[in-house]
């Protein structure tokens, strides 16, 4: 038993083996970071359209109202129509910048005093 131990503490045709895929999976791990963000940016900029799109349909409606009345000339039931009128908003079709702010250093916590 322990000599099979012992061929087994000395045997290192693993070594160089594990060092390679480590390398490789660093690799790999790198190269899907950066892609990942790339399909960030652009899923962000698709739904910048969408957006764009959504905020410049005409979202004004209205509908008649109408009356119907008996053969005497009385009113027998009345539905009234409505209207709404869409304006720009502020933020339709990119017209604000969002952005990020600069990071601001932050103020005391907890009595403690930072400088």
Same mark, same amino acid.
């Given at each position: 038993? $322990?000599? +099979?131990? *012992?061929?087994?503490? &000395?045997?290192?045709?693993?070594?160089?083996?594990?060092?390679?895929?480590?390398?490789v999976?660093?690799?790999?791990? #790198?190269?899907? #970071?950066? *892609?990942?963000?790339?399909? &960030?940016?652009?899923? +962000?900029?698709?739904?910048? %359209?969408?957006?764009d799109? #959504?905020?410049?349909?005409?979202?004004?409606?209205?509908?008649?109202?109408? $009356?119907?009345?008996?053969? !005497?000339?009385?009113?027998k039931?009345?539905? +009234? !129509?409505?209207?709404?009128?869409?304006?720009?908003?502020?933020?339709?079709?990119? &017209?604000?910048?969002?952005?990020? %702010?600069?990071? $601001?250093?932050? !103020?005391?916590?907890? !009595?403690?005093?930072?400088?």
């Open positions: 038993m $322990t000599t +099979v131990f *012992g061929a087994l503490l &000395q045997d290192e045709s693993g070594f160089i083996v594990s060092a390679e895929l480590v390398l999976a660093t690799l790999l791990v #790198i190269g899907l #970071i950066v *892609g990942l963000s790339e399909v &960030q940016y652009a899923v +962000v900029a698709e739904l910048n %359209d969408v957006a799109a #959504i905020g410049s349909l005409n979202q004004s409606y209205s509908y008649t109202g109408f $009356t119907a009345k008996k053969s !005497g000339g009385q009113i039931s009345r539905f +009234v !129509g409505s209207s709404f009128n869409d304006v720009t908003d502020e933020c339709d079709n990119n &017209q604000c910048e969002l952005g990020c %702010d600069a990071p $601001t250093k932050e !103020g005391n916590k907890g !009595g403690h005093h930072w400088k």
